[in-house]
């Protein structure tokens, strides 16, 4: 037989005590964790008013069937112009590729060399740069062909090692051209040249 002994009043005391931090302890870490709940920012979710335009430069239509050549012509298209591709997917459509390149600009060189003349200060200027340039294909719906959208972005380190930039390349030339060059290499491979 198993006796039950009662604690004493000022123990049971203690333990509502304790039942009671335990409880406010467990509603302030809720409290807190609710807290650092971030919502996305509306702003974030609108297009900018050039979006569209942006999107219409960076997009053509090539009247083919034929995906897989498509692809073929903007991956050959992207090496010759001195990019390595890291990531292709023919039966996604994707192509992702990058270049490294000098990002050294004159006048930053300049003011940095009168900063640190002036001042004895090193400030850190734009060193190297990488060129990243996705290429993704899309079935056009309403006719025979594909819209193939090209999107690149360069990302900037400083002789410090640091990112100094990130940013799109949004040159409207940029992409008129790479798509001539394009429609050529389309043409050619179709004719088996």
């Given at each position: 037989?198993?006796?039950?002994?009662?604690?004493?009043?000022?123990?049971?005391?203690?333990?509502?005590?304790?039942?009671?931090?335990?409880?406010?302890?467990?509603?302030?870490?809720?409290?807190?964790?609710?807290?650092?709940?971030?919502?996305?920012?509306?702003?974030?979710?609108?297009?900018?008013?050039?979006?569209?335009?942006?999107?219409?430069?960076?997009?053509?239509?090539?009247?083919?069937?034929?995906?897989?050549?498509?692809?073929?012509?903007?991956?050959?298209?992207?090496?010759?112009?001195?990019?390595?591709?890291?990531?292709?997917?023919v039966?996604?459509g994707?192509?992702?590729?990058?270049?490294?390149?000098d990002?050294?600009?004159?006048?930053?060189?300049?003011?940095?060399?009168?900063?640190?003349?002036?001042?004895?200060?090193?400030?850190?200027?734009?060193?190297?740069?990488?060129?990243?340039?996705?290429?993704?294909?899309?079935?056009?719906?309403?006719?025979?062909?594909?819209?193939?959208?090209?999107?690149?972005?360069?990302?900037?380190?400083?002789?410090?090692?640091?990112?100094?930039?990130?940013?799109?390349?949004?040159?409207a030339?940029?992409?008129?051209?790479?798509?001539?060059?394009?429609?050529?290499?389309?043409?050619?491979?179709?004719?088996?040249?």
């Amino acid at each position: 037989m198993t006796s039950h002994i009662t604690p004493p009043r000022s123990e049971r005391r203690f333990d509502r005590r304790r039942s009671a931090v335990r409880l406010a302890g467990t509603a302030a870490c809720a409290l807190a964790l609710g807290a650092c709940q971030q919502s996305v920012p509306k702003a974030a979710l609108q297009l900018s008013p050039d979006s569209l335009q942006r999107r219409q430069a960076q997009t053509r239509v090539f009247e083919t069937s034929d995906e897989a050549q498509l692809l073929s012509a903007s991956a050959a298209l992207l090496q010759d112009l001195g990019f390595t591709l890291d990531e292709s997917e023919v039966d996604l459509g994707v192509i992702v590729a990058s270049k490294n390149r000098d990002a050294t600009e004159v006048g930053q060189v300049v003011g940095a060399v009168v900063v640190a003349v002036l001042f004895g200060a090193d400030v850190p200027v734009d060193d190297e740069q990488k060129i990243r340039a996705a290429l993704v294909t899309r079935k056009l719906q309403e006719r025979n062909g594909y819209a193939v959208r090209l999107t690149m972005q360069r990302i900037v380190w400083n002789t410090d090692g640091k990112v100094s930039k990130t940013e799109p390349l949004d040159d409207a030339q940029m992409y008129q051209e790479f798509f001539d060059k394009l429609s050529k290499s389309v043409f050619l491979e179709a004719q088996e040249l």
